[in-house]
């Protein structure tokens, strides 16, 4: 599937009623977690650009969702705090929080990407 087709399914039939990001910007947090994992694994459908056009498999989705929902979560926490200023009153988990995570997620990320062929001599 594509990160197109990926995003949307999380838009439209996971998170329809309450995300508050637009779909660009959720998009952007699919392709930078795609970027990362790519750091660490070979994309199996080899793009020579990371965009919305990317095909990932299901196991490649697999590890890089954790990173993925992170990153939107950072970005909803970086617009809800910005709303503070507003007199909005903030609800969820801080940016240093999702942060904090995210850290974690990418160090186990880089364990479980990291793929290397067995050679026998």
Known sequence: MTLTELVGRYVTEEKPDTLLLDSDTVMAQAVTATLF???????????TTIDSS????????????????LY??????????A???????????STSEVMQEIMQAENELAHKAF????ETF
């Not at 697999?62 to 929902?69: E, G, Q």
């Not at 793929?115 to 067995?118: K, P």
């Open 37 to 47: 994992y790519a750091g660490y694994a070979a994309i199996t459908s080899e793009p």
């Open 54 to 69: 990317t095909e990932l498999s299901y196991s490649e989705w697999a590890l890089i969702r954790p990173l993925f929902l």
């Open 72 to 81: 939107v979560d950072r970005e909803t926490a970086v617009q809800l705090e």
């Open 83 to 93: 709303s503070r200023m507003m007199g909005v009153d903030v609800f969820g988990r």
């Open 115 to 118: 793929y290397r062929d067995i």
